[in-house]
Nanobody, 117 residues
Framework: QVQLVESGGGLVQPGGSLRLSCAAS????????MAWYRQPPGKERELVAR???????NYADSVKGRFTISKDNAKNTVYLQMNSLKPEDTAVYYC???????????WGQGTQVTVSS
């Protein structure tokens, strides 16, 4: 059974930085992509950043130039480096892996990020 465990969330002041991690365990293979989503209070979940097997990435316009997604294939781990954080970045952040010959989505449990002075 595949399990995704996120870490690195917390409270940070505007302009600060955080690094989120998401490690996969269990029988996961043929990973197509890894992604970070977020769900601000009272809003729908939205894509923040995604990285594909070959290393290509895409980002939401709101985080371009501030956030960087990366991965460590050997550890089955994806990271999200978040710099110049703003109050509007406050949300629960979720990682998602898409894997398998018939693509299946696996979600983490979410980690809270709060940007406030």
């Amino acid at each position: 059974q595949v399990q995704l465990v996120e870490s690195g969330g917390g409270l940070v002041q505007p302009g600060g930085s955080l690094r989120l991690s998401c490690a996969a365990s269990g029988s996961i293979f043929s990973i197509n992509s890894m992604a970070w989503y977020r769900q601000p209070p009272g809003k729908e979940r939205e894509l923040v950043a995604r990285i594909f097997t070959g290393g290509s990435t895409n980002y939401a316009d709101s985080v371009k130039g501030r956030f960087t997604i990366s991965k460590d294939n050997a550890k089955n781990t994806v990271y999200l480096q978040m710099n110049s954080l703003k109050p509007e970045d406050t949300a629960v952040y979720y990682c998602k892996y898409t894997a398998g010959w018939i693509p299946t989505d696996y979600w983490g449990q979410g980690t809270q990020v709060t940007v406030s002075s």
